[in-house]
């Protein structure tokens, strides 16, 4: 039985310790990235069942980066949680046609986080 794969695309050490955490109890095996650039390497490499990405990341940015996602072939279908401080409204409209599959605002909520994951993407009992 293997766990699903989801990639953590996220700058800050802390807000990724805490999203490595809360998805590795929860069944989930977790890479991370600091950059954008990085996971997108790492989304091609590893090909995961999901991504959690940061929106504002040194270099290209977040949306940049689940455009390019979803532009390639091989890493369309993989759905994408927009993750960010930014909690405007309008904002997360625009996020989600950008590309993004899930949004959610910083600080986490652990509960809304997982119910958003496994909307997406189910770990295996």
Known sequence: MTKPLVLVVEDRPMNA???????????????????????????????????????QLPGMDGVSAVRELKADPRTAKIPVIAVTASAMPLEREAILRAGFDGYQPKPISVKELLNEVRRLVAPEA
Do not use: T
Request: overall charge negative; proline content about 3%; aromatic content about 2%.
């Open 17 to 55: 310790k805490l999203l490595r955490d809360v998805l590795s109890v929860s069944g989930y095996e977790v890479v991370e990235a600091g950059d954008a650039e990085a996971g997108l390497a790492l989304a091609r490499e590893r090909e995961p069942a999901l991504v959690l990405m940061d929106i």
